[in-house]
Nanobody, 120 residues
Framework: QVQLVVTGGGLVQAGGSLRLSCAAS????????MAWYRQAPGKQRELVAT???????NYADFVKGRFTISKDNAKNTVYLQMNSLKFEDTAVYYC??????????????WGQGTLVTVSS
């Protein structure tokens, strides 16, 4: 029922920018929060940023000041603007709808994500 299509990844040099998009269906942005996650090789998946149904953003410390999460309710799309990219940002990026206050519960499947590769 919940479909999440992530696009926008690619190869970029350190210091550059990318904009990721997550097109959603089967979920109401007016009710549920949305979030971006990433998983680097050999590491566990980690939370990058969240945005509440009301539009309030929160960020992990390692991206604060560099990344911006936003959404367009009319388009059912969540965005992640990534600036000043570092080699350490290299990972597969995913979006999902977490159940806030309930650990490790999500409304969608993880899917393939989109690969972001930052070269030095």
């Amino acid at each position: 029922q919940v479909q999440l299509v992530v696009t926008g990844g690619g190869l970029v040099q350190a210091g550059g920018s990318l904009r990721l998009s997550c097109a959603a269906s089967g979920i109401s942005f007016s009710i549920y929060a949305m979030a971006w996650y990433r998983q680097a090789p050999g590491k566990q998946r980690e939370l990058v940023a969240t945005i509440t149904s009301g539009g309030s953003p929160n960020y992990a410390d390692f991206v604060k000041g560099r990344f911006t999460i936003s959404k367009d309710n009319a388009k059912n799309t969540v965005y992640l603007q990534m600036n000043s990219l570092k080699f350490e940002d290299t990972a597969v990026y995913y979006c999902n709808a977490p159940l806030l206050g309930v650990p490790n519960r999500y409304l969608g499947l993880w899917g393939q994500g989109t690969l972001v590769t930052v070269s030095s």
